[in-house]
């Protein structure tokens, strides 16, 4: 069992152990998935940003290809005008070509040489307005810049009825003299329409946007959050635009979705799995832990049991044997386990016998009440074993042997046997003593009697010697002597019938009273013998005792007493009676200043017919002692130590308090 607390904390570090280690796996897996996914979202966003910065490139590429190829139609007709001014035909029929092919461009005017419009297409109308109204600076300022420096130029952005514009201005020359200027207007918004094609805007947002972030124009099909953004300078025009494209978060990977949930589920799968295991071997090891506990408490009450058991199976070979039987029968467990009849414990003389009383426990026969028999210890003593037997049924309900109780009743059977011969022997003194009284009674009673038989046989013998004697007077005499026989005769028959049924009868009695009783009868004795008596009695409870045994035993022991102090010189002669409760008992002590006893005399003290005294008979103490052991009390002498002689005696007796009902 000592094993026992160091398999579980083991077992404990063990589990504990075993927890942890899939503990640890989950989360390196988590933390594995976690940096997986962080780096794919980083080559996303990485992939992304590549490909708008492609597209961007690509968008501002085809923007200025476009603006270009107008500008250089709008440039080759600028020339064309300068060599035959005021051909209206040519500019409409050119221009119309030009609007038709590039929707972008809204409006295209030709200013001569003092800013007015010379002609206009589509209209000349709206433009003109517009341009009054909020463009005039811008297309002035581009005006001059143009005419400055003689060469196209594009005009700062302006809005007109919440749309923003920018121009292109192309000056006309004619004989190396500006003659007039060509002005393409273009909305910004018409041009992201026409220019950013539909796959872009499936993708991007694009917007146009200055220095300080006002919006020009924006196209864009979708909605969302915005993710990366690229500005890239919008030239021409120029003057600080930019062309920002925005890129939305489109929904992930639906594959890659679908793996990191299935990855989060198998987690939460494993962990989940993982707790149930815990809980499953923390039962496991709880039940194991109660399992033990339960083995360790059924050890403990087999070894505490101090009746013996044994199992043997049904063909008679013991399969089990507690301490305690070991102890009974002084063989080792080892010794006895797997043996078959004759069992080492068997009394060699009586083995058939034995074996006889084994075939009949083994047929199930076996008295329910028990049976005794004589075993033999390994040391060779011999014991008495009551035993027990029971059929041995297991776990599946099958009767798989014999169970026998064994218990060693050697002791009980002696104190039995003590019990019973003290018994006898009570019976047999109280008697004797009983006898011994009555022998006094009896004289005395039988005196009378006798003595008038005597006196009446005189009487007729004296009138036979007269011859002058009447015959009725002998009759009378003898009749009346024939009834002091009778009476005498009735006197022996009571004494005999009160002697065979005298027997010891217990009944409420005061042990003071009982003391009293036989100090007032020994007083005339004690004055005679010059010994002073006295007493110390407490007022005592009454108890259950035959009070004339009690009377007995005080007579006998006071005599004693007094007997002993015969030589003692006459100033301390004095006899101590004393009676005190103390713990349930009654404590009784004579003591005496008498002769004391040898060693050899106190051995003997309480053997009959054992005295020192010549006319002595020896039974007093044996008596008396059997009289106290049957109010189950004790009766012992011990040497006087307080006597002022220096010898003495006191005899001291215990009576246990039974109160009466
Ligand atoms: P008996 O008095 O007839 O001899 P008992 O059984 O009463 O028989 O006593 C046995 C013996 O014990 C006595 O003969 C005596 O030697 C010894 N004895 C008993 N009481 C005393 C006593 N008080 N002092 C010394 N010896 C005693």
């Known amino acids: 069992m000592a094993e026992a607390p160091k398999i579980h904390r083991f077992s404990a ?33 990485e992939e992304e940003r590549t490909a708008l910065i492609k597209d961007v490139l690509w968008l501002e590429q085809d923007l200025r290809f476009h603006l270009t190829s107008i500008e250089e139609q709008m440039q080759q007709l600028a020339l064309d005008l300068g060599q035959q001014p005021d051909n209206r035909k040519l500019f409409q029929l050119r221009i119309n070509n030009l609007l038709r092919n590039d929707p972008e461009l809204r409006q295209v005017m030709w200013l001569d040489a003092h800013r007015n419009v010379v002609d206009a297409l589509p209209s000349a109308q709206p433009p003109d307005q517009e341009i009054e109204a909020f463009g005039p600076s811008a297309t002035q300022k581009a005006y001059d810049m143009a ?22 201005l192309v000056p006309v020359y004619s004989d190396r003299r500006l003659n007039g200027m060509l002005v393409g207007v273009y909305p910004m918004d018409t041009l992201l329409n026409h220019l950013v094609p539909w796959w872009f805007t499936e993708k991007y947002q694009v917007f146009i946007v200055d220095d300080n972030d006002i919006e020009y124009a924006a196209k864009s099909k979708i909605q969302g959050t915005p993710n990366q953004t690229y500005d890239i300078p919008f030239e021409p025009p120029g003057y600080g635009l930019k062309l920002r494209v925005t890129s939305y978060q489109t929904g992930s990977n639906p594959l890659q979705r679908f793996l990191a949930g299935a990855i989060v589920v198998l987690g939460a799968g494993i962990f989940w799995s993982l707790l149930a295991v815990r809980e499953l071997m923390r039962k496991h090891s709880r039940a194991e832990e109660a399992l033990r506990s339960e083995h360790a408490f059924r050890k403990a009450m087999e070894d505490s049991l101090t009746v013996g058991m044994r199992a043997r199976d049904l063909t008679g070979r013991i399969i089990y044997v507690n301490p305690a039987f070991c102890r009974i029968t002084g063989f080792s467990s080892d010794e006895l386990v797997g043996r078959r009849p004759p069992m080492p414990y068997w009394l060699p003389d009586h083995i058939e016998e034995t074996y006889a009383m084994h075939r009949v426990v083994m047929a199930g026969e076996a008295p329910v009440d028990g049976y005794e028999i004589t075993f033999m210890r390994k040391s060779g003593e011999l014991f008495h074993a009551l035993i027990y037997e029971a059929p041995l049924i297991d776990g599946n309900g099958q009767h798989t042997g014999w169970m026998g109780s064994v218990v060693d009743v050697t002791e009980r059977k002696r104190a039995e046997e003590l019990a019973r011969q003290q018994q006898e022997q009570l019976q047999f003194t109280s008697r004797l003593v009983t006898m011994g009284e009555m022998a006094s009674t009896l004289a005395h009673e039988l005196n009378q009697p006798l003595a008038a038989i005597a006196s009446y046989n005189t009487g007729c013998l004296n009138l036979l010697e007269t011859d002058n004697f009447d015959a009725r007077d002998i009759r009378q005499a003898l009749e009346k002597l024939g009834v002091q026989a009778q009476r005498a005769g009735l006197i022996i028959r009571r004494v005999h019938d009160f002697v065979r049924k005298s027997e010891p009868k217990r009944a409420p009695c005061r042990v003071e009273d009982a003391i009293e009783d036989c100090l007032g009868f020994v007083e005339a004795e004690a004055r005679k013998r010059q010994i002073r008596l006295e007493r110390d009695i407490e007022t005592l409870p009454a108890t259950l005792a035959d009070q004339l045994m009690l009377e007995q035993v005080f007579l006998n022991l006071i005599r004693n007493g007094m007997e002993a102090m015969t030589d003692t010189p006459a100033e301390h002669r004095q006899l101590g009676v004393s009676a005190r409760r103390q713990d349930g008992e009654i404590i009784v002590r004579v003591s005496d200043n008498g002769s004391g006893m040898s060693e050899e005399v106190r051995k003997r003290l309480f053997t009959a017919f054992f005295t020192t005294k010549p006319e002595g008979m020896g039974i007093g103490l044996s008596i008396c002692r059997s009289i106290i052991e049957f109010h189950r009390g004790r009766l012992w002498a011990e040497d006087n130590a307080a006597s002022p002689t220096g010898t003495g005696t006191v005899f001291i007796f215990t009576l246990p308090i039974e109160e009466p009902a």
């Open 147 to 168: 005419a400055r420096l003689g060469r196209r130029t594009y005009s700062e952005p302006f809005t007109s009825n919440g749309t923003a514009y920018f121009e292109v």
């Open 13 to 45: 570090r063990r589990l504990g152990w075993l927890l942890a280690l899939p503990k640890l796996g989950i989360a390196l897996m988590l933390l594995a998935v976690v940096s997986l996914f962080w780096i794919l979202h980083r080559n996303e966003v």
